[in-house]
């Protein structure tokens, strides 16, 4: 099944982001070789970013979500645009650690929550970003979301995220649920989301055999859905040899000439999508004419 971002409105006043993103979430966790806990957490947190991001009416504004929890894991963090292009790494991706009790991979332990998740928003060149910081919940990282759209944003909503991950350690589903009633939206509506909870946390389960339509249709059964519109996201990362040049160049001619005297070359990796960029005597050398 295809990765799909769906928004829908539900009873003219909730919008409704639904996600399925297991193949971006099986990319990430190639390039990454992340453990099975680690695949959930990066792929919790690149399904909420490339969601997040959806909601942008500018193609071109880049949503960037860490999560600073302390845990072994250490620093997560996702980078989404408009176009669902979405990309991000995890400090440690081989912590293995006991699931918890009720049998899920431990994602809050994982990642910790002695911490915050920071949410930046870049409008464009040239603009000020928007920050917005608040304390970790619980590390679970929807949790995390759904206290920063409360907090920040002052927007209450609720966010479900769910990675599915096999024995063989692939993903067998990953996907999202973003409901955000509008301001004023009725109490009827409102009491028939909260009667439909037990159906909104089943949506991972509910993706291993349905698509996010069908998905839907149950979920919120007897309610008015519409489609608004559909993006589809993908894994990708956008890092170049001239991104790369930039950097050297950037750290000053002193840097560049020990890098040509003690090693004679320099090796750089993507720490999005662990490509190597290796940089011989001479291509330095140019860089370092250009950084005097
Ligand atoms: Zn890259």
Redesign the pocket.
Known sequence: MKDTIKRYLLNNEVIVTAASTKNLVNEARVLHNTYPTCTAALGRTLTGTAMMASTSRDMDTLFTVTLNGGGPAGTVLATANGRGEVKGYIENPYVNIPARSDGKLDVGGAVGKDGYITVMRELGKGMEPYVGRTPLVSGEIAEDIAMYYLQSEQHPSIVYLSVWVDIDTTVIAAGGLIISPMPGASEETLSFIESQLFHIGNYGLMLMSMSVEECMQKIFAGGNLELLEERTPTYH?D?SVQRFERGIISLGSKEIQDMIDEDGQAEVV?R??N?KYVFDKYHLQRLLDEAK
Do not use: D, G, P
């Open positions: 990362c890092c993507c999005f999508c490509k």
